[in-house]
């Protein structure tokens, strides 16, 4: 492992690590804060509720009564907030590890240095993942103390299993962002393919329970593996989030071989 | 064992030849010039042979080993399109490199960069791109290498830094470094150079010394007579390529190789004056690439 590189890819990264860390810590706090303003209106909250359809609270993973903690975490902080931050640093960053520096034509003059492209792509793919913990962590002490204050009821070990499980999910999306970069060397396409994928399987997982037809399919996204609505009720899937780790490994070596016989764009 | 040695190294786009079959040896200590016009395939070398790109056909042996990233740590490289990182400043780019290279002693940069007058304290982005040329060299310098390859290196270099980058680099290969360049300046492949390639649309047209290229040149020279001579009495000397009446009095012919018996003809008319064009690369470079373009 090159240090140098990784402490330099993590402080090009800052940017957005900060950035987004910011975003979803300050999300959670206001949502909790809120809270309490929510259980007060539950018995409203519940009529308005049932007049939706079925469809819409299935897309903000509306599962029980927003009321009960963990309902109203399910449906204000892991539906939809976590998964786009932590699937925003996974794909911004891995998008930009190798294509950013063949864009910005820096990948010449680094790789004129003695590290291999292998050793460089794992560096930079190890700078993310750092920047994803981070992310990650700050996302978990603040929901973990913020629960306790706002008294959400929900057991700290379930709150720390759904998180991780909110991170795990965002791996392969930023393998495969790692992967097309190394691939076309296109940052775009790199955060557009990952992107869309992300829609698409997380529509496919939260609107499954509704349709028969797409019940089989939903076997494909990686939300229905890490199952963070089960995690945070305290069963957590190892045996999906172990899957997903797997994927991530094998899209990573992808990538490597693919940067590693690739013509470096001019 | 030569430094760099290619054999039948060629690259090809889809159906675009950007380099075919070259053999191109390079020896300890020498300075080697690729010439070539824009799109003759000198980046593309290049590039080849610092591994970014890799050929269609064809091997490349450097220090007689194919290449590595170990080997690469006994290369400096700068790239014709030169971008460094905007946020960090000069010192700190060479930090970095010197960390990947595993050669912290900035010594050698520093000294370099004060000699092309080059403040390292300044963020890359402020450089002009003059200065940011004098960053890239002092890179490409810095870590002590055994072989530098250098694409267009004088780009963007003001005259005065243009002339201590050459004196350096002779200094360099003075101290058993090698160093290959490519340039579309004639003027500089002239000063610099020991050898010369000139490539044109992705082939090797010819390979010679400097001197050796200038001594077989075809070279001009006009006679002025006292009284009306005929080109015609000049045809068929050896040597002459084309004999030209340029007035009555006045002949011009090409020449190549001895002038001896061209000059002895001349004496035997009454000769005022002999004026001479010395070949110079450009001469050659034109004559070259005219041929070539007969060819197609």
Known sequence: MTTDLMTKSLRDNRGSTIGWGIVLVASVLLQLAVYPAVRGAAVEFEKLLESYPDAFKALFNVQQSLASGVGYLQGEVFGFLAPLVLLGVAIGQAARATAGEEKAHTMDLLLANPISRTRLLLDKALAVLVSLALVTVSFGVVLVMGSSVAGLGVPWLDLVFAVKASAVVALPFGALALLIGALTGQPGLAVAIPVGLGLLTYLLDALSPLSEGLRPWRVLSPFHHAAVNDALTGHPNWLGLAGLVVVTAILVVGAAQAFEHRDIRV | ?296
């Open chain 2, 1 to 296: 064992m030569n430094v760099i040695s290619t054999r039948q190294l060629s690259k090809s786009y889809g159906k675009t030849v950007a380099l075919r079959a070259l053999n191109l040896e390079v020896l300890p200590g020498e300075v080697y010039g690729l010439l070539g016009p824009n799109g003759a395939g000198k980046t593309t070398t290049l590039r080849l042979l610092i591994d970014v790109i890799r050929p269609t056909r064809g091997s490349i042996r450097l220090f007689g080993s194919p290449m590595s990233p170990r080997l690469r740590g006994r290369i400096g490289y700068l790239p014709g399109d030169l971008v460094l990182y905007d946020r960090l400043t000069g010192a700190d780019y060479l930090r970095f490199c010197g960390a990947l290279r595993e050669h912290p002693d900035p010594s050698e940069a520093v000294r370099l960069a004060k000699r092309l007058d080059l403040d390292l304290d300044r963020r890359t982005a402020e450089l002009s791109k003059g200065n940011r040329q004098k960053l890239g060299i002092v890179q490409a310098f810095g870590h002590r290498p055994e072989l530098v390859i250098l694409d267009e290196p004088a780009s963007g270099l003001d005259p005065l830094a243009q002339r201590e980058f050459h004196t350096y680099l002779r200094e360099y290969v003075d101290g058993g470094g090698t160093v290959l360049f490519s340039s579309h300046v004639l003027s500089e492949v002239e000063q610099v150079a020991d050898r010369v390639g000139i490539l044109l649309a992705g082939g090797l047209v010819v390979e010679d010394t400097v001197t050796s290229l200038k001594a077989n040149a075809m070279r001009e020279l006009t006679f002025t007579f006292g009284e009306e001579v005929a080109a015609a009495s000049f045809s068929g000397i050896p040597g002459v390529q084309a004999a030209v009446q340029v007035s009555g009095t006045e002949v011009r012919c090409r020449v190549s190789g001895s002038v001896g018996e061209l000059v002895r003809t001349a004496a035997r008319f009454p000769l005022l004056n002999v004026t001479s064009h010395e070949p110079d690369l450009e001469d050659i470079f034109v004559h070259y690439t005219e041929e070539h373009s007969d060819d197609d």
